[in-house]
């Protein structure tokens, strides 16, 4: 339906990935200062993207439709985490002086064909909306106006927007909002040989009048406040009202969860601790004889698993997203994200990514070492390509489709080699050296038990300590815990709301980590009870099954609590849905992990044995 509009960043494609590293490391930091204006200067508009309004991610250029337009497009030059994000800014006609009103100004006139009225009435039916950017304060409105009615006779009503009011608050020498209204005008109705106010049917064509109107009015609102005037604006609907309390009772069940996990697992290891040294004062020299649970399993427990290299891969890319969710997490708290920081996120997940693959390569390479892995540049590569494997796949199926229906979402040739410049240059040198130094400074084991040469073999397991059902269990509690916010966090990727709440989304944050930590410890003691020693993979695997329920929650959003549709919005939900469920599974699985190991260490050093 889209026409192709040339993305200027096509040029500079070599500057941009020399620049790489420094852009990685500076768009943080970077300053939005105050733009100070004096009466009559320009203010420029820029149009951005227009798409379906149920569908987030489903956005084109401004332009791809039948509107007016200057006779060449200069677009503004944009940050990575806005081209990220879909923005496509360039400059519009609309000709705005600071603090001069403008009643009724003519923005131009164009003769449509039969064509461009039929791509106006589908994009109106599709309840497009638009979206311009007003000193990086963005502004929404409808495309058109549609009208269902009636049964017999049914009624639908197709009419286009040609009339803007632009409403506009100042403080001083500077903007602090911008909204537009069409309460005062009409809309031209799209009907084959239709006309009406402004337009003149042309035999199967339209001509049409735009105009726009610019209305100034004084905020009490200085610029530093001026993102409370943006978030309750409500063009979009507003769906956080009863937060709080959902998530204070969320908070409150699983803190008492802890807490009887905790006071029940401690007075279980107590009776264990006291019949097991009774037994060893006792002269119980065999430890096989009889049913010891998991004492007797004391020489094997500490038996290194099979797949060392994708394990400690596993781990270590689960510190990496752990230190990446607190970075962002901590970087939101001081205020570095805000709704008039176009892509700042995406631009600071990305810096944070390739920093922290060192992270992932020290811990991935120094357990590696530990547990007596030899094929350590195999682990370092599998480590690197353990996320960024399937990141790139998602990637290049949902790029095709968004590059396929020519969406912005569709990633420009310079960008992909400015992402894949950051790894090339950033990401994966890190991960490298992070592993070297990892396996240089890998100390011993540490385990307070000696292994034999020749395992045990495992009793018959009951049907409750097999590893499925230790998934559900390890991985619906998790998720119990994270449930409510769940629902905010997609509200807000997926919808229109903006996320302020960061000081309880780390509350939230610390809670499942905990929450995952427990439900490890308490799951890895059934299992050694029931003298079952493979509790390395089964740790990871419990907790970590929590992003199955979270895609599973995904999909139930999409189905009941969202109105998207359509290829290219599903591609982009489903695609990061199942990375996002990837992302909590490391993460999860790698607290689980340690977590349970910690556990293990302490009841076997505390246990009197030769």
């Not at 064509?115 to 589908?122: A, I, N």
């Not at 229906?405 to 420009?412: F, I, N, Y």
């Amino acid at each position: 339906m889209m026409a192709e509009i040339e993305h200027p960043n096509q040029q500079g494609v070599c500057r941009m990935i020399g620049y790489c590293i420094l852009v990685l490391c500076l768009v943080p930091q970077i300053t939005w200062a105050t733009v100070s204006y004096k009466q009559g200067d320009p203010v420029t508009l820029y149009v951005n993207k227009v798409g379906p309004y149920h569908n987030p991610q489903e956005t084109y250029h401004y332009y791809t439709l039948p509107v007016c337009r200057p006779k060449e497009v200069h677009h503004k030059s944009l940050s990575l985490g806005e081209v990220l994000d879909g923005d496509r800014m360039a400059e519009s006609l609309y000709e705005i002086k600071f603090r001069e009103n403008t009643e009724k100004k003519l923005l131009c006139q164009l003769t449509l064909t039969e064509k461009e009225v039929d791509q106006l009435r589908e994009a109106i039916e599709e309840l497009y909306y638009f979206e311009f950017v007003l000193d990086d304060i963005p502004i929404w409105g409808f495309v058109g106006y549609m009208e269902e009615s009636g049964f017999l006779p049914h009624s639908h009503k197709v009419g286009l927007w040609t009339h803007l009011d632009f409403n506009i608050e100042y403080n001083g020498n500077s903007v602090i909002f911008a909204n537009v209204s069409v309460k005062d005008s009409k809309p031209v109705p799209l009907e084959e040989g239709g006309a009406g106010h402004g337009a003149v049917g042309t035999g199967g064509g339209l001509a049409l009048s735009f105009s726009y109107s610019v209305h100034w009015f004084e905020s009490p609102l200085n610029h530093a406040r001026r993102a409370e005037r943006l978030r309750d604006y409500s063009f979009f609907p507003k769906t956080l009202e009863i937060h709080w309390l959902s998530i204070i009772n969320s908070l409150v069940l699983v803190v008492l969860l802890l807490g009887f996990v905790i006071i029940i697992l401690m007075r279980v290891l107590k009776n264990d601790f006291a019949r097991y040294n009774v037994e060893e004062e006792g002269g119980c020299d065999d430890l096989d004889q009889g049913d010891n649970g998991w004492k007797i399993i004391h020489t094997d427990v500490f038996r290194f698993p099979p797949y060392k290299s994708l394990l400690c891969a596993v781990l270590g890319v689960g510190a990496q997203f752990l230190t990446l969710a607190t970075g962002i997490i901590v970087m939101a708290l001081l205020g570095m994200f805000n709704v008039h920081r176009h892509g700042a996120i995406n631009s600071a997940a990305i810096m944070l990514y390739a920093l922290t693959s060192c992270v992932s390569g020290y811990c991935s390479c120094s357990f590696y070492t530990q547990i007596h892995g030899q094929r350590w540049v195999w682990n370092i590569i599998l480590t690197s390509s353990l996320f960024s494997a399937p990141l790139f796949l998602t990637w290049s199926v949902v790029n095709s489709v968004h590059w396929w229906s020519g969406s912005t979402q569709a990633l420009p040739a310079s960008t992909v080699l400015l992402l894949l410049g950051a790894w090339v240059l950033v990401g994966f040198p890190l991960t490298v050296i992070g592993g070297i130094v990892g396996k240089n400074r890998a100390g011993n084991f540490q385990a307070p038990c000696r292994t034999r040469n020749i395992a045990r073999q495992i009793p018959t397991q009951p049907w409750y300590k097999h590893t499925a059902v230790h998934m559900s269990i390890g991985g619906f509690l998790p998720f119990s815990a994270i449930s409510v916010e769940l629902y905010y966090i997609f509200a807000t990727v997926w919808g229109r709301e903006h996320y302020t709440l960061y000081g309880i989304l780390l509350c939230v944050f610390a809670i499942l980590l905990s929450v995952g930590a427990c439900i490890s410890v308490a799951l890895t003691y059934f299992l050694l009870s029931g003298e079952d020693y493979r509790w390395w993979w089964r740790s990871v695997l419990s907790t970590g099954s929590t992003g199955l329920f979270i895609f599973v929650y995904s999909v139930f959003y999409y189905r009941n609590r969202s109105s998207m549709s359509g290829l290219v919005q599903s591609a982009e939900f489903f695609g990061y849905s199942l990375l996002t469920a990837l992302v909590f599974s490391l993460m999860l699985g790698t607290v689980s992990f340690w977590a349970s190991l910690v556990f293990i260490r302490y009841i076997y050093r505390s246990l009197k044995m030769d």
